[in-house]
């Protein structure tokens, strides 16, 4: 989204996403996925990205991030600009999307208006028109960041380093249009303390909060050299290099000295490479004497040791043969897009070598942007993700196949871009909203979301999906009203766009439907009906959404089917048989969707759940704690139903039922150490399921837990059958002996 014209930094904001049609503005959600217009049907993808006319699919792009001239598609990415004024260090970030009418020039951020739809207010977004950009501050030396917001007022500013608020004070001060000034930029050797670090500004008025991106705030300096020219001697008409280095901020100036004068460059024969690199073709006894290097920036200016480039009166050049060599090939070199990328390659022999490029994997180069510096240095100016690859640089013996390679890796890095960026939306209370971020750079960019300047943590309602690309928000309430940010960042740079959630009064949205309701037609499909609205209600429909899942999983998982207004009837197919699924509907018009209609369930055909596996454990002797195992895959079941009686005492019994997602239940006010028959069962639409029965005595008194498989229904009939035989048999005999007794008297 961001471009550089003559060095000066431009970033492009996206374009708003509402469309206006005579006169009636209209902002579609994600979920406005059905509308009928003159006839035609239009199917709208998340985002207003993808439309669906006359059959033909339509795929729309953001506006003002990829421009194309002459055939040739450009991206624009951020870089810094600093400027200074009346000694007044200043960073600069580009401006949003500007326009110009009547000469008056004016900045546009997403949803910058303040209008009355339908009794729907919408208030002016909080948006920045200025970032803080990365700078490099100068030793006691005024600096400022720049931070420009606008929205609805009151707004206040406030700075960070490192995460920590900045004292406001002597030191440092929030100008009113929200700049930071810091008096006198310092870092204190004793303490070691700095004004160095990254610096954000956060924006808050009454609707929420904005993070800024993290500008990169870096203290001039230049340091000692890390390595300094060494003594070489040469041939005369040879090749040598000589180089030093040192790492300066900003990046240091080299030059060199010969003799402590400097270095003529109008010479052919002398190369200078940016980086302290020396190449000298052709050498001449005239070419010796010390050699020293100047490193300079606005930090500082340094001087490396002196080093001696002796010629030998040998001619190079003479008829002795010498295989090519390599003095020094390409290094490995990182940068990012619209750097200018310098591969060394210097290479020595007799004859003279010649150095040409290639790419390894058997790309062309190209023309546009490259040049040859020397004898074969290849320089790629205004670099991008295209030049990023393996290059080799080859010396090559002249009339003969002999040669000796060299290789480099570059790559090419670019800050964060928005493919697709949140959109503000207003929805009612018990509502779902979905934000979309899509982010491309190179590296593939991290995405973190931020609510009012907070990491936002996923909670029951609020979830993070597709590599957090999508932000789903369910059952809204009005915590959730918020600025919600979405952060991208790589090792290039980071980039933010925001968008705000705000609860509508939902008085001009379409009632929900009523009377869903669901029959199964085969092991792979449902019919889905529900009744038709009343006329004024059904004008301002444009479709229905049905919301389908599972039973047991999360909301992220539901899948989501378009139906026309006109359609009151709906078939889902390809489900799953046997499977018990949770539906609800909803109705959308153009201002948004409606509260969710009653949720149902409903099975697909093809069978009854399975036996379930409970276990049991006694508690005391009145109570006792039934567990048991759930299916490891969703929509297996509906419920389970747990009835208990006493063996002895058939009359204390009971009976509860427990929706599929429960798995324990404690049976307490039981008789004393009493024997109970437990029994389990699960079911689904299709009914219930065979049975599980456990006798259950509570004599043991919590000493015991009765676990394991669980008995089957023929073994427990024929246990209490045996118990009543038993206490027949026992009767019978008391009887014989009673009688036996009685006629033994008479006699």
Known sequence: ????????????????????????????????????????????????????????????????????????????????????EHGVQRTRCPENTVSREHGVQRTWSPENTVSREHGVVRASELAFL???????????????????????????IT???????VATGVTAMVLANGTLLIRNFSKRRESNETDAGEYDCAAQNRYGMLISRKARVQL????????????????????????????????????????????????????????????????????????????SNIANTRYSHEAQLS???????SKTYREPVILSGPQNLTINVHQTAILECIAT????????????????????????????????????????GVYVCSANRPGSRSRRTALGRLVVQAPPGFVQWPQSVSRPAGGSAVFSCTASGAPEPHLIWLKNGKLLTPS?????????????????????????????????????ASARLAISQGSELPESPTGLQATALSSSSLELTWDQP???????????????????????????????????????????????????????????????????????????????????????????????????KPGTLEGFRLEYRGVSNPEVQGQETFPGQINTHTISDLEPAAVYEIQLVAFNGNGDGPSSRRLVSLAEGGNTAAAGPSCNCDQADSTSTLLVGVHSGLACILCCLLFILLGYRRR
């Open 159 to 165: 700075w960070r380093r490192n995460g920590v608020p």
């Open 460 to 496: 029951g309602n609020v979830k993070l999906t597709n590599g957090n690309t999508t932000l789903a928000i369910t059952r809204i309430t009005p915590e959730d009203e918020a600025i919600y940010q979405c952060i991208a960042e790589n090792s290039a740079g980071t980039n933010q």
């Open 311 to 317: 010629v030998s009166g040998t001619v190079a050049g």
């Open 349 to 388: 022999g007799n004859p003279r070598p010649i150095v040409s490029w290639s790419r390894l994997d058997g790309r062309s180069i190209g023309v546009e942007g490259i040049q040859v510096l020397g004898t074969g240095n290849l320089m790629i100016s205004d670099a991008t993700l295209q030049h990023s």
């Open 220 to 295: 001039a300096s230049l340091p000692k050299f890390l390595s300094h020219p060494e003594s070489v001697a040469v041939g005369e008409g040879g090749v040598t290099r000589l180089t030093c280095q040192v790492n300066g901020i900003p990046e240091a100036n080299i030059t060199w000295q010969r003799d402590r004068r400097p270095l003529s460059t109008e010479d052919p024969r002398y190369t200078l490479l940016p980086n302290g690199v020396l190449q000298i073709t052709g050498v001449r006894r005239t070419d010796g004497g010390l050699f020293r290097c100047v490193a």
């Open 130 to 156: 200025t970032e803080p950009s990365d700078v490099i501050a100068v030793r006691d030396r005024p600096l400022m960041l720049d931070c420009q917001v606008q929205g609805e007022g009151p707004i206040s």
């Open 534 to 632: 009343t006329e004024h209600v059904s004008q301002q429909i444009i479709g229905y959404v049905l919301h389908i899942r599972r039973l047991g999983e999360p909301d992220s998982a539901e899948l989501q089917e378009a139906v026309s207004k006109t359609t009151f009837r709906h078939e889902f197919n390809n489900l799953e048989t046997a499977t018990t699924y949770s539906i609800f509907l909803k109705a959308y018009s153009a201002l948004g969707g409606s509260q969710q209609s009653n949720t149902i369930t409903a099975t697909t055909l093809g069978g009854v759940p399975s036996s379930p596996t409970f276990f049991t454990k006694v508690l005391n002797q009145t109570a006792m704690q039934v567990y048991w195992e759930l299916p490891s």
């Open 1 to 84: 989204m961001e471009s550089r014209e003559h060095g000066v930094q431009r970033t492009w904001s996206p374009e708003n996403t509402e469309s206006r049609e005579h006169g009636v503005q209209r902002t579609w959600s994600p979920e406005n996925t059905v509308s009928r217009e003159h006839g035609v049907q239009r199917t709208w993808s998340p985002e207003n990205t993808v439309s669906r006319e006359h059959g033909v699919q339509r795929t729309w792009s953001p506006e003002n991030t990829v421009s194309r001239e002459h055939g040739v598609q450009r991206t624009r990415y951020l870089e810094n600009t600093v400027s200074r």
